[in-house]
């Protein structure tokens, strides 16, 4: 039974910061974060991968950093200098396949509200 818990979410003025945070129940292959605002398309925030690779969007980068406890498979996203566009719903992905890795997210979170303004 594998599960993703995501916490940290909430309200924050436009330029300051949150942090969240999203436990593995097990080791993963690879774990990312996405988020999705209301009329949106799903966007991939950034991922890191077994090697320790991140990889973020463009939208984010600068801002936003990933951070991972490995001990505790704990995966945080540090956002900082927020916009009224990152307002979304925020998901944690990890990938538990060892080919496919970063391209294959089979286990979700439910995810958690940030709401930038």
């Known amino acids: 039974q594998v599960q993703l818990v995501e916490s940290g979410g909430g309200s924050v003025q436009t330029g300051g910061s949150l942090t969240l945070s999203c436990t593995a129940s097990?080791?993963?292959?690879?774990m990312g974060w996405f988020r999705r605002a209301p009329g949106q398309e799903r966007e991939r925030v950034g991922t890191?991968?077994?090697?320790?690779?991140?990889v973020y969007a463009d939208s984010v980068k600068g801002r936003f950093s990933i951070a991972k406890d490995y001990d505790k498979n704990i995966l945080f996203l540090q956002m900082n200098d927020l916009k009224p566009d990152d307002s979304a719903m925020y998901y944690c992905?990890?990938?538990?396949?060892?080919?496919?890795?970063?391209?294959?997210?089979?286990?979700w979170g439910r995810g958690t509200q940030v709401t930038v303004s």
């Open positions: 992905a990890a990938s538990y396949s060892y080919n496919r890795g970063c391209r294959s997210f089979g286990v």
């Open positions: 097990y080791r993963t292959y690879c």
């Open positions: 890191l991968d077994s090697e320790g690779s991140i």
